[in-house]
């Protein structure tokens, strides 16, 4: 049989005479003397192997580049079927006769036009029998309230006493949210339940599997709520169906605040998150610093979300801005440079607009009205900054730590203390205007509506504050 010889590294057959180097690949001593059926079975086998290494690599990086074009596509250009939306679009009362939900209204801005009457007097009082926790929801006639001791209880507005009583037995962290005819709250063990506003007659219970400590908000037939599964649910009013979740990574213990079509959700450590409310697909992620956690909520007024953290940093971030895939991957090396001392200035997040420094850390959601943001301190410090820039106008100290958000009612910025005071503080200066004392440490923010301010304590007592005739 004629004897031939191929090349043992890319399979070019070449007659017995010749160089030792392949005309081919010019490799040296790759030439092998084998009959010519052995040479072409080499020679297939090489080249095959040949073309396949040189495949393999762009072949493997095609697959890759198409799936993140598809997992891009699907996350954030919207090619993902949206979820479900909800049967109806009912939504709390903008009337600043009431006060319908946790920070009044779903942008969590905490105000209201309405003054606060001063001088006042306890126009009546409800006793609970046990520690009062959250702010009650004013609506129409009635006033709603949850308490420790396991109930939901709707209030005569004008005189304090009890209409009818929701009895679940179990304690709750929620302000109702009143929209539709319903009222909606959650217990701590980690029901979501609503009931009927005039009757106190259950309509749904659902069961989220994990506790609860956040305030549902209602906007558009949806409620909002975030649970101790890391998760946010958006649950439609007229069933208690999820719409959809969206995850965290962290426990979601404040109420969230809307804007036109985002949801923004902070959960109980560093990230804050802007939502969209259509898709339940996150838009905008901003990461405020490991030692800065978030504890209260956030307020959103135009384009601007508001939020402080630990370390007594405040923020104003574009919630109208959208994360890329590598954003966070890029912040976190930018970041480890500038400490280490190979990039002089600090990395901009996507979405910043200003950071400003007050005293202690905040631990509970800013007030925002007139142009201006105001915040409390654990140490006691209430601080007023300039909405547009961030810069601190006035602080006021307490002399006590401050145990409530901010609420502002006019030209009157209102905070409950540890000591269990409501104190009244000037918008414009922060001088102190006037204090109310109750029996125990207050944690629900006050609540004006119309004519009457609405203090909780953990004396277990609401009252009624009127001004004098």
Partial sequence: MEQVRVCRFCGHIEAVSGSDRCANCEAFSGMISVPRA???????????????????????????????AFWISWNYLGLAPNPPAASTDVAPTLDPRDWPQARRT??????????VPYPHEIRWSYSSGGPLLNAPAVAGDLIYLTTETGKLVALDRTTGLPVWEHITGFPSSSTPAVAGGLVVYAN??????????????PRWDRDM??????????????????????????????SGAVLWSFTTDD???????????????????????????????????????????????????????????QKGRVWAIDWRERSLPWDRFNLFWKTTFHV???????????????????????????????????????SGVVSSLEASSGEVLWQTDMGSPVTTAPTVAGPTVLVGTESGTVAGLDALNGQLLWGFQTGGKITGSPVVAATTLYVVSHDGNLYALEAVP
């Avoid at 506790?211 to 946010?232: E, F």
Wanted: contains cysteine.
């Fill in 38 to 68: 052995e040479a072409e079975r080499l020679s297939r086998s090489r080249k095959f192997g040949f073309l396949r290494k040189r495949l393999l690599i762009p072949g493997i990086a095609l697959a890759v580049t198409a799936l993140l």
């Fill in 106 to 115: 779903g942008e969590g801005t905490g105000f209201t036009p309405n003054a």
């Fill in 188 to 201: 701590r063990p980690g029901r979501v339940l609503a009931v009927d506003a005039m009757t106190g007659t």
């Fill in 209 to 238: 599997d994990s506790p609860i400590l956040a305030s549902p908000v209602i906007r558009d037939g949806t409620v909002y709520i975030g649970t101790g599964d890391h998760k946010l649910y958006a649950l439609d009013i007229a």
């Fill in 251 to 309: 426990w979601v213990i404040a109420a969230v605040c809307l804007t036109d079509n985002a949801v923004v959700v902070v959960s109980k450590d560093n990230l804050l998150h802007v939502v969209d409310t259509d898709t339940g697909r996150r838009r905008l992620v901003y990461d405020t610093g490991r030692s800065r956690q978030i504890l209260g909520g956030p307020a959103t007024q135009d384009d601007r979300v508001y939020v402080g953290s």
């Fill in 340 to 378: 280490w001392g190979w990039q002089s200035r600090p990395p901009s997040q996507r979405g910043s607009v200003w950071g400003a420094q007050v005293k202690g850390d905040v631990a509970q959601s800013p007030a925002v009205a007139g142009g201006r943001v105001y915040v409390a301190s654990v």
